[in-house]
């Protein structure tokens, strides 16, 4: 059994199911799940509204705790205390997360466009906000409270995705940071994502906007194993 830990809507609980016999997403968000339930065809695939605190699954029962972008919430204590109780003996726990950073690649546009993106991410979400701490130090916390002596970490991991600039605006749109921001100031975060959008097509030139951009993200995992 692999459980999905902070699993949205589904995205990285989906991949897991070829490889289990049975999966278990658990969001504290009800409309997460909701939407991760109507987007999920595999039959072994369940969710359930749940923190991460106090998973509803018994004790030694997992094989796999896997989380993607989201350990960063978790409050550490209680989350490491749960893996420590639901993981089977040589059961696993595997924490990826992605830096709020990325490259751009473009013709000649390269460093314009991944300045642009940097300028806005820094204006967006300050380096020193709580968040970007935890992630920056690549789950330091959580890493030492792992109480495995099987555990390591793997810092940058690359991978390139094409994007449109459409897209790469939706993935802003879709970060923790950007909705943060709207909470806080909705008229200024639609004004802000439309500066950008204008002075990346600018860049880019109106004609070439539908063209993909490559976009290059940094991962990192931390990986244990309960003995
Ligand atoms: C950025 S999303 C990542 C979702 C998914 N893993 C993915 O990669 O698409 C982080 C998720 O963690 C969930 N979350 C945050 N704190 C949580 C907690 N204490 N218990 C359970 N879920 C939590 C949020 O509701 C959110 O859906």
């Not at 799940?33 to 999920?40: D, F, L, V, Y």
């Not at 013709?107 to 991944?114: A, D, H, P, V």
């Not at 099987?150 to 802003?172: C, P, Q, V, W, Y």
Request: glycine share 4%; hydrophobic share 40%.
């Amino acid at each position: 059994m692999a459980v999905d830990a902070g699993c949205g809507t589904g995205r990285s609980t989906r991949p897991l199911a070829e490889y289990f016999s049975k999966v278990i997403g658990i969001d504290i968000s009800e409309t997460q799940i909701i939407e991760a339930k109507r987007s999920t065809p595999q039959e072994n695939v369940t969710y359930q509204v749940a923190s991460v605190e106090k998973m509803p699954l018994e004790d030694a029962s997992v094989d796999l705790i896997s989380s993607d972008i989201a350990a960063q919430w978790f409050p550490v204590d209680k989350f490491v205390q749960e893996v420590a109780r639901v993981l089977k003996n040589r059961g696993c726990v595997a924490l990826h997360s992605l830096y709020p950073k990325l490259t751009i690649q473009y013709k000649n546009f390269s460093e314009t466009l991944t300045n642009l993106y940097s300028e806005a991410f820094d204006s967006m979400y300050s380096s020193e906000h709580e968040i970007c701490k935890i992630i920056k130090s690549e789950f330091q916390e959580i890493f030492d409270a792992l109480p495995f002596a099987d555990k390591k970490r793997i810092s940058g991991i690359t991978e390139m995705f094409h994007m449109t600039l459409a897209k790469l605006l939706g993935f802003i749109t879709s970060s923790p940071m950007y909705q943060f921001f709207l909470t806080k100031d909705r008229d200024g975060a639609i004004a802000f994502l439309k500066t950008l959008e204008k002075k990346m097509a600018d860049v880019i030139g109106e004609q070439c906007v539908q063209e993909n951009l490559e976009v290059h993200f940094t991962f990192f995992c931390v990986l244990a194993c309960k003995s």
